[in-house]
């Protein structure tokens, strides 16, 4: 049940007129409703996967107030370990556990060690990595007092298991999160409408660009040996943005259903094409996830080995983002793409330009040459790692760069895909880029256009929007992130 | 060290990291209302201060702290 799928669409009609209209009265029959919905959804993908899920809820719940009332320091340190154990578990069972067996298989052969460890058939629960990070945020935030611990068990069932957020984030922390849920929501026409316009907005860059940027990348991809490296340079330009339109595009659609529902999520993705270094672009990428990352992992190491200066700092950066690498999979091309983020960010440390936060064209209508120079830069950059990001193994993504990297790279293209929609495609991109650019310093990328459009010619723009979804929708994808 | 010492040696610290002085020194002050306090700039003050007051802080000490006000309480109870 994907949200562009006719099934989600029956669901959340019938969840948003049962929601307002009917279990409208307190905020606790909300809740009730919000809760059966929230594992509805999540069962119709598989209903085992319910039992990881409140089984998870059940235990930091009770957790979460044990360590609030113990004044006992070793106690609770047990009680917050005893949380992370089963969270970090989990996630090294089922996502991990195979990758760990074979790689042990890898360094046995190699050794000439006669030892083949059998893996297990494990399904991975999906939105696993996502609603994992929420349960031990939950724990650390009240060992550390930053939080209280609810005592009310459906307003924290639900905050692991929001519906819209459940599969593929944003990760919402409890802080934020939780505080909404306690509070009676009231319909709001104005949130609601921007709500829909987000999700409009996310529903194209999902079915538009990024479907069919997906029937231009995965030909070049499955077929990276026959190809010239100018394909292989324009496979690995679209997939770059391929993964942006599907994931922000994705973040957009739960951001705007959860605002039809009365609730704030966090801010996932704030343009990131147009920053200007590494560090910039990793405040604007994912953020919830970098967010999480930054508070859980990077600030403990950086404090950690804050007596060793900048090569303190490189090291608490590398294991970061190795460990943002790993999160996304069980595969060594995710933990070799965010070990180069992690490389990439050692010139900014050194030269001091870590923390000076540019805004491009802050009043102006284009950006400096200067600055274009850095948004091409850093494009580049991620563009590079995204090769990594897509190939099945390392040896895939070497003989990838192998291809591109050669004298072919200075042929014209061969493009597998069908060349009418590849046109189209490469138009809506652009499309999607000037839209994005206007709105740049919005929520979302059309959330003023109330403002400054007349209504004639905003139906016309929601028109077109959506007709392009409909004529030009590219055949239906997964979701990237689904896969994390 | 008087509290008023302890402000300024700190406004001191803000400023020569950040590199400007749009913010009052108010107990209330926390990292969202200073442009350019970030979880990287946030490292680079506390390690400073640690130096420059000579001080040990504990991370579970760090997590805790709110805002401005707590800081300020922190150091004066850990130069005590």
């Known amino acids: ?484 | 060290m008087e509290k008023n010492e302890i402000v300024e040696k700190l406004r001191n610290i803000f400023i020569s990291i950040l590199e400007h002085d749009n913010f009052e020194m108010k107990n209330e002050l926390s990292a969202n209302d200073v442009e350019g306090w970030d979880s990287l700039t946030h490292m680079i003050i506390i390690t400073t201060i640690e130096k420059q007051f000579g001080v040990k802080f504990k991370l579970r000490e760090i997590n805790k702290l709110g805002n401005l006000g707590n800081l300020i309480e922190l150091v004066s109870l850990k130069i005590e």
């Not at chain 1, 047990?78 to 195979?98: C, D, E, H, R, S």
């Not at chain 1, 990077?298 to 490189?314: A, E, Y």
């Not at chain 1, 009043?363 to 091409?376: A, G, K, Q």
């Open chain 1, 1 to 484: 049940m994907i949200f562009n799928s006719l099934e989600f669409s029956i669901f959340f009609l019938v969840f948003f007129l049962l929601y307002w209209f009917i279990f409208n009265s307190n905020v606790k029959i909300q809740n009730l409703l919000l809760l059966i919905s929230s594992y509805f959804f999540y069962a119709w993908w598989d209903w085992r996967f319910l039992f990881l899920i409140v089984g998870s809820s059940v235990l930091n719940y009770i957790l979460g107030i044990l360590i609030e009332r113990t004044s006992n320091l070793k106690y609770r340190r047990m009680l917050v370990y005893t949380g992370l154990l089963q969270g970090i578990g989990g996630l090294a069972y089922f996502k991990y556990f195979n990758f760990f067996i074979t790689s042990f298989n890898e360094v046995f052969q190699s050794l000439d060690i006669n030892g083949n460890l059998q893996t297990l058939n494990i399904i991975i629960p999906l939105g696993i990595s996502f609603f994992t990070f929420r349960t031990i945020s939950y724990v650390l935030d009240i060992d550390s007092g930053k939080i209280k611990a609810t005592r009310d068990w459906i307003v924290f069932f639900n905050y692991i298991s929001f519906f819209p957020t459940l599969i593929s984030g944003p990760i919402d922390k409890a802080k934020s999160f939780i505080p909404q849920l306690k509070k009676q929501r009231v319909f709001n026409y104005d949130q609601a409408i921007d709500g829909m316009r987000q999700i409009l907005w996310g529903l194209f860059k999902k079915i538009v660009i990024a479907d069919n940027c997906a029937a231009i990348t995965n030909p070049i991809f499955n077929n990276y040996q026959e190809l010239p490296g100018s394909s292989l340079l324009l496979g690995a330009f679209i997939y770059t943005i391929q993964i942006y339109a599907d994931f922000s595009g994705y973040s957009d659609m739960a951001i705007g259903f959860s605002r039809l529902i009365g609730f704030n999520v966090t801010k996932n993705f704030d343009y990131p094409f147009f920053a200007q270094n590494i560090a910039d672009f990793w405040r604007k990428w994912h953020i919830s996830l970098t967010a999480w990352m930054t508070e859980y992992v990077f600030t403990p190491f950086s404090f950690l080995f804050r007596d060793l200066g900048k090569i303190g700092l490189i090291l608490a950066i590398l294991i970061n983002f190795t460990i943002i690498g790993i999160w996304h999979g069980a595969n060594w091309t995710y933990v070799l793409f965010g070990f180069i983020h992690g490389l990439y960010f050692i010139p900014l440390v050194l030269s001091g330009k870590l923390n000076k936060k540019k805004i491009i064209a802050k009043d102006t209508l284009f950006p400096s040459y200067r600055e274009t120079l850095n948004v091409l830069g850093t494009f580049t950059l991620v563009m590079l790692t995204m090769v990594l990001f897509r190939a099945n193994t390392i040896g895939h993504a070497f003989y990838y760069f192998n291809g591109l990297f050669s004298k072919s790279l200075f042929s014209v293209p061969d493009i597998p895909s069908a060349k009418f929609m590849t046109l189209i495609t490469f138009l809506f991109i652009v499309l999607m880029f000037i839209i994005e650019w206007i709105g740049r310093k919005q929520e979302h990328a059309i959330a003023n256009i109330s403002l400054k459009w007349n209504t004639p010619m905003r139906w016309v723009f929601y028109y077109a929007l959506i007709l392009s979804v409909f004529w030009f929708g590219g055949q239906e994808q997964q979701f990237i992130y689904l896969q994390f």
